[in-house]
């Protein structure tokens, strides 16, 4: 059995099962389809200037983690007040992305509904705790912007009322919008029933992959013909000042080395609208008038919200590194602050304190990991 199956402990951090970092415990909050409400912002700004380091990290799935926790219990009870960790069971395995923009700006579907219903429907069953952590859904309203980050089950639209359903690469067939949730599910319960020691679908066998198929295959209809034109992508990065498809504006902001302090969080809970953390790490602020937005840029930059496509704090990331991770060589954030004030960052950048890459785009760019011997620089391809 190789490493990539499940014969060692899934150590995919939670709220419930946290991770014992070099630097204290670390929680992971997931977001589906990385949308989190005001109150709950306000809620985690609170727990991490209380209980943690005082920032939430963001993730590349679109998560939030919270370091250097001083009481687990204490922030796992306001987590889950906060409605943020419906379940105990489950709480790993609600990786959902969704096209960040669906329903706001262009796109064949608004797939925000998927989002909700497929996360209703993972946490009613059992099944679907023995998940993985890593197991990705994903749901793509047509832009392609999901899909390029490779999830195991994804859902692409054609159409507002019709989406291709894939597996990995491949296409399983054709359902209504409306089925989507069910469909991925089933999807995903025979994995779990068909290779429960597989993390992802890229672990499974060529004999488990094809079961897979031939039951999906039973129920859906046969994609018809080749997927439409694919639409326009959207912006990237998503930093600045957009208008909405219903008249709104949606601000898009970056924060260096993707740390949100705890008090810029409670600036931008205060606003009162909805909150999307994106897998660029990106903050969205959504649902704007233009007098909200003016005031929002003009009280948040100040304040290390970046509004600004240009920054080079748009191009880069990296790891925790050293001393929060134990297995770093080096200390990675403050290296990548100094570099990025010394010279012009021209290509996307990952910096990682060791050979694992965590946080890694999923696309090209230039990776800078740290050797016992100093910074090594290769590029991967995406
Ligand atoms: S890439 Fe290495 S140093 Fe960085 S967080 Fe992961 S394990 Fe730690």
């Not at 509904?113 to 047509?142: I, K, N």
């Not at 013909?225 to 970056?254: K, N, R, Y």
Request: aromatic share 4%; charged share 25%; with cysteine.
């Amino acid at each position: 059995m190789t490493d990539s199956h499940r014969d060692r402990t899934d150590r995919c951090p939670g709220v419930f099962t946290t991770h014992a970092a070099a630097d204290g415990a670390l929680a992971r909050i997931r977001l589906p389809g990385g949308s989190i409400t005001a109150p709950q912002l306000e809620a985690l700004a609170e727990g991490t200037a209380e209980y943690g380091d005082g920032f939430l990290e963001i993730t590349a799935r679109g998560n939030l983690q919270i370091r250097g926790i001083g009481d687990t219990d204490a922030l796992g009870a306001l987590i889950v007040d906060a409605g943020l960790a419906p379940t105990s069971t489950h709480d790993r395995a609600r990786n959902i992305e969704v096209s960040s923009l669906t329903g706001r700006i262009g796109g064949a579907a608004d797939l925000r509904p998927v989002v909700a219903e497929l996360d209703d429907l993972l946490r009613a069953d059992e099944v679907f705790a023995r998940l993985s952590g890593r197991f990705l859904f994903g749901l793509d309203d047509g832009r392609g912007d999901v899909l390029a980050r490779h999830p195991d089950v994804t859902a692409v639209a054609r159409t507002g009322s019709v989406a291709d359903v894939l597996l990995g690469e491949l296409t399983l067939g054709s359902v209504p919008v409306d089925a989507l949730a069910s469909e991925m599910t089933a999807v995903a319960r025979d994995m779990v029933q068909v290779a429960p020691s597989a993390w992802r679908v890229g672990d499974l066998t060529g004999t488990e992959h094809a079961a897979i198929v031939t039951a999906a295959s039973a129920r859906l209809d046969a994609a018809v013909g080749e997927p439409g034109t694919p639409l326009a992508a959207s912006p990237s990065p998503i930093v600045g000042w957009f208008d909405q498809d219903d008249g709104a504006v949606l601000l898009g902001g970056v924060v260096e080395l993707a740390r949100l302090p705890a008090r810029l969080a409670q600036f931008l809970a205060a606003v009162g609208k909805p909150i999307i953390f994106t897998p660029e790490r990106e903050i969205l602020l959504c649902d704007l008038d233009e007098a909200v937005a003016e005031t929002v840029v003009r009280v948040l930059a100040p304040m290390g919200l970046i509004f600004d496509a240009a920054s080079p704090w748009t191009s880069v990331s990296c790891c925790v590194g050293a001393p929060g991770c134990g297995r770093a060589h080096a200390a990675v954030r403050e290296d990548l602050v100094l570099r990025v004030k010394q010279d012009p960052v021209d290509e996307r950048e990952h910096w990682s304190g060791c050979e694992r890459g965590c946080g890694a785009p999923t696309d090209a760019h230039l990776r800078v990991e740290a050797t016992p011997d100093g910074y090594r620089r290769t590029h991967a391809h995406g």
